[in-house]
């Protein structure tokens, strides 16, 4: 695939058959990055992993408490949904901008700023007097923590010696999966002894407490050197982005798996607080302690890459994420947890192996490549939340599972469709040393 023009900066794009998972670049190694067993070293993952914490618990705190927003505000499911899906359209909007005032101002004083103010707008947020008003500020709320994703990935890259790196971006990405289960987890059980107000409460509470930490406790940047982005240059790249056929199949497919899994853990609240289950609201709460297989096969989806190829490993996280949408179906208690099982594990190995191909794509613009997707994803949250609770409260739970279904066949179609083409490369690029 030749080089996208993008006039005064060149953005070379890798073809299908080459974009494998890959970590961001970072720059030469000196004695003044940090390295595991250092203080810096370890202040710096203890502030990262409470940054992860509050960024994810934040961003998801209504999830689990939906049943009871509706029945306390008088609201449908679809309603209820923008609480959610105004925070991750909020993050989508937001993380592109933020990624380039970081480059001017600094990770370290955007990712304070950022967990300063959505942890302010947390303790606002139980005290929101109708669902207009929950809803703008889990808007702005989502918004402010576009700040943590779009600047600590570079912060890393600047501050910690290459060989450590992995093992900081390892610890970041648990506080984000943690965080993401803890929240919900909190909220669910705080709100079962007194109602949703105070398990949001919480939750702001614990964001209040990451973000001290994360102050107190983060080093200086020593190695960043601010740069000011214009508008056009950013327009340029994200323009080269965009125009990139891998690149938009890749964002899709990010957007596609989001969308199931925004929709399943939108409804599940829903489903298991009816009958014929009625769980009470701490265990419906509970049912997020899944998240932790999302851990393992995010861990694992690298090794499938190297067994399967990314292809390979794309149609096996559609089958099982597809398989568990099936499983759900049941009237099982154990069969519709099973299914989460798989729809998590399918969900988490799709995200790993799209996510990682977007920086193995692409040899400049890296940080925009990675916001771009990343926008993709919250779309698809976003989109995946609304449009979940719609198909509830149109078909009941089985309505959901279509939409899920024709997200996975999307997915399954454009992986479809790159296979079929690195085929036609492989064969030209044959022919031709013939």
Known sequence: ??????????????????ALSSLPT???????????????????????FAAGVATFALLYSTQALLPAISADLGVTPDQASWTVSAATGGLALAVIPLSALSER????????????VAAFVALLVPMAPDLGWLVALRAVQGAALAGVPASAMAYLSEEVRPKALIGAIGLF??????????????????AQAGGWRAGLAAV??????????????????????????SARSLARTVGAHLSDPLLRRLYAIGAL?????????????????????????????????????????????????GRMGRRGALYLAVGTTTSGLLLSVSS????????????????????AVASSAVSRAVTHGRAQASALYQTAYYVGSSVGGTLGALAFRAAGWDGTVVLGLVAMVAAASITLYATRRALVERRVAVARRA
């Open 1 to 18: 695939m030749p080089p996208a023009d993008t006039g005064a900066s060149t953005v070379v794009m890798r073809s299908d058959a080459s």
């Open 204 to 229: 702001g509470a614990l964001a209040v407490v990451c973000a001290l930490v994360f102050r107190l406790m983060v080093p200086k940047a020593r190695h960043f050197t601010a740069s000011a982005v």
């Open 105 to 116: 101002y600094g990770r370290r004083a955007t990712m304070t700023a950022a967990l300063c």
């Open 173 to 190: 990405v648990a506080g984000n999966s943690i965080g993401g289960m803890v929240g919900r987890i909190l909220a669910g059980w705080v």
């Open 332 to 351: 099982s208690l154990v069969a519709v947890l099973a299914g989460l099982v798989l729809i998590t594990a399918g969900f988490f190995a799709g995200h």
């Open 26 to 48: 970072a720059s030469a190694p000196d004695d003044t990055r940090l390295v595991p067993g250092g203080l810096g070293y370890r202040r710096m993952s203890f502030a990262l």
């Open 257 to 305: 798996f989001m969308t199931v899994f925004g929709a399943v853990y939108t409804v599940i609240g829903y489903r298991l607080a009816e009958a014929p289950f009625s769980l009470p609201q701490g265990v419906v709460g509970s049912i997020f302690l899944i998240y932790l297989v999302g851990t393992a096969s995010s861990a694992a989806a690298g090794r499938l890459v």
